[in-house]
C-alpha cells in the first residue's frame, strides 16, 4: 500500500537510468536503474537522499540529505541526545543492509520567525556530526532556486516511513505521486481552517486517497527537471489524511534559498530553476465557498472545521515536538 496514505493505487511507470557521481552538480539524480511505480514500497536507490530520524531505535522524522554534511526537514523542537542519528541510504527500517549508513547529530537550525500556530516558515537544517560519502545509495537533492514556479496540476511525489492505511508505521519506504494545488485553491479549501501563506506550497488530489501522513513530517515533496529531482516541499501539516478536496501542505523550499545558503556550512546545496510549461490554471480560480460544501459531499469527505483542523494538525506534528533532553555529540 502506499507511502503514507490510505490507499492502494497504481500510478504509471518512469525507468531511470542514470550515471553515478559523487559532485553535488550531479544532485538530484539516481545512480540505479529503478521503477517509480505511485503506491507502492519504494526500490533500494531510488530517493537516495531519503533520510530518516531515529531515537532509540524509533524513527520519528523524515528529512533529505541536500549535501554531504545537511539534512532538510520540517521544524524540530526538542534537545539533540546522543540516541539521535540519522539512516540513510535505506528502503526499510529494521533490515540490516550494508548500503545503510547511521550518522549522529551535531546541530539543528530552524528558522527564527517559524509560527506554531500558523507553521508558517517550517523549516529547520540539521548537521550531521561527520560528512558522509556519496554512494549509489546516498545522494544529495537539488533545491529549487527562488525564482522556481509550480503550476496547478504539476505532477510531484512524496516519499517517507509514516503512517498507512493500516494506521500503523510503515518500516518499508513508501512512495506516492500527488499533483500540486495552485495557492488560490488550496487557501480556498483551507479557508475555514487554515492560513495558507506564500511559503507554503499545496499537494493532493481533488478526492484525496494519496497523501502524507503521521511520521512523514520532514519528508521531501519532489518534481522532475529532466534528469535531475528537485526538492519543491517538505512535509508540513494537512488536515487528517489523505481527505478529499484536503491537499497536504509543505513547505516552499524555494523562499529560503538565501536562509539556507547563508546557514549552511561546507559545500554548498546545488539550486536548480524550476520553470513549469504552459499556464497557470490556477491564477484564474474563482473560490465558491457554497460550492466547495458540496464537490466535498460528492468527493465523499466532511466540510472543514476548526475542531477537525486542531486535532489533526496535533497529530501530524507530534514527531517534530518533542523534547528528550539534554545532548553532547
Known amino acids: ?10 500510478c504509471c511507470i518512469c525507468p531511470s537510468l542514470l550515471i553515478f557521481s559523487s559532485s553535488l552538480s550531479e544532485c538530484g539524480r539516481l545512480a540505479t536503474n529503478t521503477r517509480i511505480i505511485g503506491g507502492l514500497d519504494a526500490n533500494l536507490g531510488t530517493w537516495p537522499w531519503q533520510a530518516s530520524l531515529h531515537q532509540n531505535g524509533f524513527s520519528f522524522c523524515g528529512g533529505s540529505l541536500i549535501n554531504n554534511q545537511w539534512v532538510l526537514t520540517a521544524h524540530v523542537q526538542f534537545f539533540l541526545y546522543p540516541s539521535h542519528h540519522f539512516q540513510l541510504g535505506i528502503v526499510e527500517l529494521d533490515v540490516t543492509s550494508p548500503h545503510r549508513v547511521n550518522v549522529k547529530l551535531a546541530q539543528i537550525i530552524c528558522h527564527p520567525e517559524y509560527d506554531s500556530r500558523t507553521f508558517n516558515n517550517d523549516i529547520c537544517l540539521l548537521r550531521l556530526s561527520k560528512p558522509v560519502k556519496f554512494t549509489k545509495y546516498i545522494q544529495p537533492i537539488c533545491l529549487p532556486s527562488e525564482t522556481s514556479d509550480f503550476h496547478d496540476g504539476d505532477k510531484a511525489w512524496v516519499t517517507g516511513f509514516g503512517v498507512t492505511a493500516t494506521g500503523s508505521s510503515s518500516n518499508k519506504l513508501k512512495e506516492v505521486d500527488v499533483p500540486i494545488v495552485g495557492r488560490k485553491r488550496c ?10 501563506t506564500d511559503n507554503m506550497i499545496c499537494a493532493g488530489y481533488f478526492r484525496g486517497g494519496k497523501d502524507a501522513c503521521q511520521g512523514d513530517s520532514g519528508g521531501p515533496l519532489m518534481i522532475k527537471k529532466g534528469g535531475n529531482w528537485i526538492q519543491a516541499g517538505i512535509v508540513s501539516m494537512g488536515e487528517g489524511c489523505a481527505l478529499p478536496l484536503t491537499p497536504g501542505v509543505y513547505t516552499r523550499v524555494s523562499n529560503y534559498e538565501s536562509w539556507i ?6 559545500t ?4 536548480l530553476t524550476f520553470t513549469p510549461s504552459g499556464s497557470d490554471k490556477d491564477s484564474s480560480y474563482f473560490c ?8 466535498k459531499a460528492l ?28 545532548e553532547y555529540i
Open 1 to 10: 500500500c502506499l507511502y503514507s496514505p490510505l490507499i492502494c493505487i497504481t
Open 187 to 196: 487557501t480556498c479549501y483551507y479557508k475555514r481552517s487554515a492560513l495558507i
Open 261 to 266: 545558503k547563508d546557514m549552511v556550512t561546507g
Open 268 to 271: 554548498k546545496p546545488r539550486f
Open 288 to 295: 465558491n465557498l457554497d460550492g466547495l460544501v458540496d464537490e
Open 299 to 326: 468527493a465523499g469527505g466532511e466540510n472543514l472545521s476548526p475542531f477537525n483542523h486542531s486535532l489533526a494538525f496535533s497529530i501530524l506534528t507530534t514527531c517534530l515536538h518533542v523534547f528528550f533532553g539534554k
